[in-house]
C-alpha cells in the first residue's frame, strides 16, 4: 500500500523557519523519485523542489537559497527546510512520489501518470 504522510506545517511570521516532513511506504520510496509541490490560494500547484536517489536536489527559482530538501533512508521519510519564509509562500504542501521524472523534470512537468501524492499539510506565512 503507497502512503506519503506529510507534517510539519504551520503559521508562522515572515522571516521564520519551518521543516515539513513525509513518511513514505518503503517501497515507494525506494523505488520512486520524490519531491515537493505547493498549491497557494487561487493558483496552480507547483513544483517546488525534487531530490534524486544519489541525494542530489533541485529547485525552482523562487526557493533557492531558502529551501533545502533532503532524505533520510533509515527512516523513508523527505524532508523540507524552509528558511526566511514569505507571505507568498503560502501554501498547501504536497509530497510527491513519481515513477519516471526526476529533477527540474519533476518540477517543471509535474505529476506524471502512476504518480502519487501525500495528503498536504498547511504553511502560513503572515508579513
Known amino acids: 500500500q503507497v502512503q506519503l504522510v506529510e507534517s510539519g506545517g504551520g503559521s508562522v511570521q515572515a522571516g521564520g523557519s519551518l521543516r515539513l516532513s513525509c513518511v513514505i511506504s518503503?517501497?515507494?520510496?525506494?523505488?520512486?523519485?520524490l519531491g515537493w509541490f505547493r498549491q497557494g490560494p487561487g493558483k496552480d500547484r507547483e513544483g517546488v523542489a525534487a531530490?534524486?536517489?544519489?541525494?542530489?536536489?533541485s529547485y525552482t527559482d523562487s526557493v533557492k537559497g531558502r529551501f533545502a530538501i533532503s532524505k533520510d533512508n533509515d527512516k523513508n521519510t523527505l524532508y523540507l527546510q524552509m528558511h526566511d519564509l514569505k507571505p507568498e509562500d503560502t501554501a498547501m504542501y504536497y509530497c510527491?512520489?513519481?515513477?519516471?521524472?526526476w529533477g527540474m523534470g519533476l518540477i517543471r512537468t509535474g505529476l506524471g501518470p502512476g504518480g502519487y501524492w501525500g495528503q498536504g499539510t498547511q504553511v502560513t506565512v503572515s508579513s
Open positions: 531530490i534524486d536517489p544519489a541525494g542530489a536536489p
Open positions: 518503503r517501497d515507494t520510496y525506494r523505488r520512486y523519485y
Open positions: 510527491a512520489a513519481d515513477p519516471i521524472r
